[in-house]
């Protein structure tokens, strides 16, 4: 005799399946809140990292990461605690400022051919001529003929060409 050969009531394999889902729905829940709880996320980038700080003692040499400005090291065989890459020297031009200044000199402006100008304050307006045709919401019309008296209570079929099936 073999599973197979065993009767079970149809209902308690309906009971079965929403068992099994639920359970498999708890497991889910579950590893992701332990994964949130206990996983280490990516570092932040708003805290400083490692060798860095704004107000360095301006007198010894300092070394930076070319992808990396707001790293700050001291020795030059150093790696930057981020990417690994070698480290630069720091300029004195490029150690003045926060690390969201950017300084270019006269030259680099040019070849960058980077232009600047005064904030203001606006509404942008634009004209796009776009192409299409207009036509109405197929999900708000409804065109229902009945065979027989009776009336609609609820509607799963918004739009033409949805699949339906018996039930």
């Not at 994964?35 to 704004?54: E, I, K, L, M, Y």
Request: glycine share 8%.
């Amino acid at each position: 005799m073999s599973l197979s050969d065993i009767h079970i009531p149809p209902f308690l394999r309906m009971l079965w399946k929403h068992i099994s889902a639920g359970v498999a729905l708890v497991l889910i829940v579950l590893a992701l809140f332990l994964g949130f709880r206990f996983g280490q996320g990516a570092p932040s980038t708003s805290q400083p990292v490692a060798g860095t700080s704004d107000d360095e003692p301006q007198g010894e040499q300092l070394y930076t990461c070319s992808m990396h400005p707001w790293v700050r090291l001291k020795h030059p065989d150093d790696k930057c605690p981020i990417c690994g890459m070698d480290v630069i020297p720091l300029s004195s031009v490029q150690g003045t400022g926060s690390a969201h200044t950017i300084s270019l000199s006269e030259e680099q402006t040019m070849l960058g051919r980077v232009e600047t100008t005064k904030v203001k304050r606006f509404f942008p307006t634009a004209e796009v001529r776009l192409y299409g045709r207009v036509t109405y919401d197929e999900t708000s019309v409804a065109r229902i003929t009945a065979y027989f008296p009776g009336r609609i209570d609820r509607l799963f079929v918004n739009y033409m060409g949805v699949s339906i099936a018996k039930g």
